[in-house]
């Protein structure tokens, strides 16, 4: 057992890629991933990390030249965040139609305009189908080893795609957190070197990245989908080997206090630690609230899920996102579809929260609670006309 | 006194191996295609493809065909310059830790004017200027030509194009050429030319350097393309050879700075030669001809002055 650290998060994430040892980082800054490719740039120049940093002149080609050393067949991570996320955007899809099993720590933060640096869900969201596996943290100890399974995840040679995780701006990001890093012996134990299945080399020349024609596209697009259902099961099979070996156990949907209950909440990231909260005060009076948090969000784990709101009638959905002109947030569409289809009867309210950095406290979430508990499935006076609520908005 | 290298001499060698082989769909008598043809043959068989979306990807790659015997990436139309400092950072670091065998490996990034002088550039200076070590190959067809002739910062001016259709109000492309050679030697590479596959043994010669300098390269190959410029496909070489005589496209190399010419047409042609035969100046009166001429020659001289030519 290796002792804590107390260390801010964003250098644990640096300090996780270092021990995943990546071999090519090409990144951009921006507010509020910066710390991280600051400090990875320090390892690189200190001679700690044996890798090549490419300061590229924008996060469209430092996600361009992630697939390019990919390609070449370099274990290779970048980060990013907010408006850097939409400007890899396109070639988000790319990397993932053409298998590079890159890795990226996205920052979470809200999307312009008006400008916010803060945290939220928005960028995310907006790249949630490019065909990446996406995991959510709840804490730093979850960015670390997040970062380390990941490329085992991402390489293996079953998934071959590229692996997003998730932290939240600033209140994940630039938190210091008591942490416990695996040595280097341990984690090369668990994750071997890269073997790519392709390399471009001139030994072996191979063609990347060609076009198809309609007869060929469903073909190849549907056989990177099953890519991307499939890995759930090598996904649940790394968590579970890196429960053994480093003794964290990690699952696709976890659950807390859901037992004794049959209302809970459902949501993504750092905001489960203050959910969490908010239900050991509710216990305090006596009320019995639970929560479902999805580590795991591409692939949807649909059969966790289910299995997590079996028995459940009341879920409270919170999610970090406008939608945008959608019936409802992102979160809320795929858990009700897929409570309908699996002909679950369980109402479920769509609260969105804390956007552009706003504090969310746990009495907010007993507000919640106490409106799901009254008032199942009945419009609600913040709601009026729309079919979600959002906490806070004043004049 | 030693050669430096016996490539950059035995130019008129031409390797008989073929890495762009036949039953790519090009239209016929497309100069583009035979540029990197040629290209090619002078990078040899240690040489890594980097394209950008455009003709040159789309007529060689349709799943699960390909046109190319080397290692081939295509990622998208803007960030082939990207890709390539992916590319070669990694065999870098890859060699470095002895998990690549060590092996002088050519990054070879090609990508048509508008991916190399409009949507391209950005990604395009970055790598230029992070020197990495690669060559970038503009394949100037003067026009977006695989989505259908449209104007680019390359097309030259008075040009027809399916955006800038000459009218009542338009003489056709209304601003001249950029200066994409000038734009990449102000990086401050090694080695930056010009070149057309009219002039094959001035081109082989120009892409054998490229390849022996340590640093970025930046070669830009005017190459004809009958299907934009409307002409018959059996007449581009001879289009590409009326650019190059006339002036229009003078062919010179920026090998640290200096500047030198390697083919000197003097006494030039009228341009008019060059224009007259294309559909796409069709429309051009006397008056925008000779504002052409006087363009053209003004260019030339200043060229002339920068290569120390009387
Ligand atoms: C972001 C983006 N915008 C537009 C396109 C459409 N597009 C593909 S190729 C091309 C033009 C290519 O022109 P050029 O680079 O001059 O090469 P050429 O086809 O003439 O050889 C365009 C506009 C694209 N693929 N991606
Ligand atoms: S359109 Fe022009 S550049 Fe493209 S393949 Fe045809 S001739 Fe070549």
């Known amino acids: 057992m290796n002792a804590k650290k107390g260390i801010e998060v964003s250098i644990a994430a640096s300090i996780a890629a270092k021990l995943a040892r990546v071999e090519v980082v090409a990144a951009y800054p921006i507010t509020p991933q910066t710390h991280i490719v600051e400090h990875l740039s320090e390892l690189v120049a200190n001679g700690e990390l044996d890798a090549t940093y490419i300061n590229v002149e924008s996060e469209h080609s430092a996600m361009s030249a992630c697939c390019g050393s990919s390609a070449a067949g370099a274990r290779t991570f970048t980060s990013t965040s907010s408006q850097g996320l939409e400007l890899m955007h396109e070639i988000l899809f790319i990397a993932s139609g053409m298998r590079f099993p890159i890795v990226m720590a996205t920052v979470n933060r809200a999307l312009s305009a008006p400008l916010s640096i803060w945290g939220d869900h928005s960028d995310v969201m907006a790249a949630r189908d490019t065909g990446w596996i996406m995991l959510f943290c709840e804490n730093g100890q979850e960015v670390v080893d997040s970062i380390i399974m990941a490329f085992k995840i991402a390489e293996d040679r079953r998934v071959l795609l590229p692996l997003m995780v998730n932290l939240d701006g600033f209140s994940l990001s630039h938190v210091i957190e008591p942490i416990e890093f695996p040595s280097q012996e341990e984690v090369d134990k668990f994750l071997p070197p890269y073997n790519p299945l392709y390399t471009l080399h001139p030994d072996k020349p191979v063609t990347m990245g060609a076009y198809a024609m309609p007869e060929l596209y469903t073909e190849a697009k549907y056989a990177q989908e099953m890519a991307i259902v499939h890995s759930k099961e090598v996904i649940v099979k790394v968590m579970d080997e890196f429960g053994k070996q480093f003794g964290r156990y990690y699952k696709p949907v976890e659950t807390y206090n859901t037992e004794n209950t049959d209302v809970v909440f459902i949501a993504l990231g750092a905001i489960n630690e203050n959910i969490e909260t908010a239900i050991d005060r509710l216990k305090e009076e006596g009320k019995e609230a639970g929560l479902i948090n999805l580590r795991l969000f591409r692939p949807f784990p649909t059969k966790e899920l289910l299995f997590a709101l079996k028995g459940k009638k009341r879920v409270a959905v919170i999610e970090r996102v406008m939608p945008g002109g959608a019936t409802n947030g992102p979160l809320f569409n795929e858990i009700s579809s897929l409570v309908h289809s699996n002909r679950m009867n369980i109402s479920i309210e769509d609260y969105i929260v804390g956007l552009g950095g706003r504090d969310v406290l746990p009495e907010d979430f007993r507000d919640i609670f106490d409106e799901i508990k009254a008032t199942p499935g009945k419009r609600t006076k913040s709601k009026k006309d729309k079919n979600f609520s959002v906490i806070g908005v004043r004049g | ?310």
């Not at chain 2, 990622?75 to 070669?88: D, T």
């Open chain 2, 1 to 310: 006194m030693m050669l430096p290298s016996i490539d950059i001499y035995a130019a008129n060698t031409v390797s008989r191996e073929e890495f762009a082989v036949s039953g790519h769909r090009a239209c016929q008598g497309c100069a583009e295609i035979l540029a990197v043809r040629l290209a090619l043959k002078a990078f040899g068989r240690n040489t890594i493809m980097v394209m950008a979306t455009g003709c040159m990807e789309i007529i060689s790659t349709p799943l699960p065909t390909t046109d190319w015997k080397l290692p081939w990436i295509h990622v998208a139309f803007e960030n082939a310059a990207a890709v390539a400092s992916g590319v070669e950072s990694a065999l870098k670091i890859l060699m470095e830790k002895n998990k690549i065998p060590r092996k002088d490996i050519n990054v070879v990034t090609i990508g048509g004017d508008g991916g190399t002088s409009d949507i391209g550039l950005q990604a395009l200076s970055g790598a230029l200027e992070r020197g990495h070590k690669f060559t970038y190959i503009c394949v100037d067809n003067e026009a977006y030509m695989n989505t259908g002739i449209q104007r680019s910062s390359s097309t030259p001016y008075g040009a027809m194009t399916t955006t800038t259709p000459p009218g009542k109000k338009s003489i056709g492309q209304s601003t001249w050429k950029k200066d994409m050679p000038k734009i990449a030697a102000a990086h401050n590479i090694p080695y930056v030319a010009t070149a057309c596959p009219s002039y094959p043994f001035d081109l082989l010669a120009k892409i054998k350097k490229a390849k022996m300098v340590y640093g970025p390269s930046y070669i830009h190959v005017l190459s004809v393309c009958p299907t934009g410029w409307r002409i018959p496909s059996n007449m581009a070489i001879r289009y590409g050879r009326l650019a190059v005589e006339t002036g229009i496209f003078p062919l010179y190399e920026i090998e640290n700075g200096e500047y030198r010419l390697t083919y000197n047409p003097e006494p030039l042609r009228q341009v008019g030669d060059y224009l007259n035969g294309q559909g796409r100046f069709r429309h051009l009166t006397p008056e925008t001809i000779s504002e052409i001429r006087e363009h053209v020659n003004a260019d030339w001289e200043r060229l002339k002055h920068l290569c120390g030519v009387k």
